[in-house]
Each structure stands twice: as C-alpha cells, then as structure tokens.
C-alpha cells in the first residue's frame, strides 16, 4: 500500500498511476510496469479512521482544510477502480 500527502490532485494522480498502473509519462523505470498498489490519501476516510484522532487532528487536520482533499481522493478511487483494486 502507498499512503499519499500530496498537496493537489495533479501531483496524487501522477503518483499514484505511476505506482498501480505504471509511469505514465514512460520517462521512468516503472515505464509500462503496473504494481497495482493500493494508493490511498491520508485524509481518506479509510485511513484516517486508522489513526488516532489526537494524532490526525495535530499532524494532518490542518492540511485538511487548506487542501483539495475531494479533488485528490476522486483521482485516487478512479486510479484505484481502473486498476481493479476498489
């Protein structure tokens, strides 16, 4: 599994691609070569429910609010579902 904390979706998607299905941009030496790791954000509500709330609330909450956290969690499901892992 990859856990993510990127700060937009552009940057979450190339990760997370590059990862599951393989690099996208095929510049890199993962080029055609799909892992199909899970690739979660850790604002996802799978694994922020997994993390203590003292700890989520003083290390992440405020990335939260300042991120475009739908925005990057829709790329990621769609990453996920397109690779079968969903």
Do not use: C, N, W
């Not at 990760?15 to 510049?27: C, K, N, R, W």
């Not at 993962?30 to 700890?55: F, T």
């Amino acid at each position: 599994m990859v856990l993510l904390g990127s700060p937009d979706g552009e940057s979450a998607e190339l990760y997370a691609e590059t990862v599951t299905l393989g690099d996208p941009t095929f510049a890199g030496a993962l080029a055609g070569i799909a892992l199909k790791l899970p690739v979660y954000y850790i604002a996802e509500e799978a694994v922020r429910s997994q993390i203590p709330p003292d700890v989520y609330d003083e290390h992440v909450s405020l990335m939260e609010l300042a991120l475009p956290v739908k925005d990057i969690v829709d790329r990621l499901t769609a990453i996920r579902r397109k690779a079968g892992i969903e």
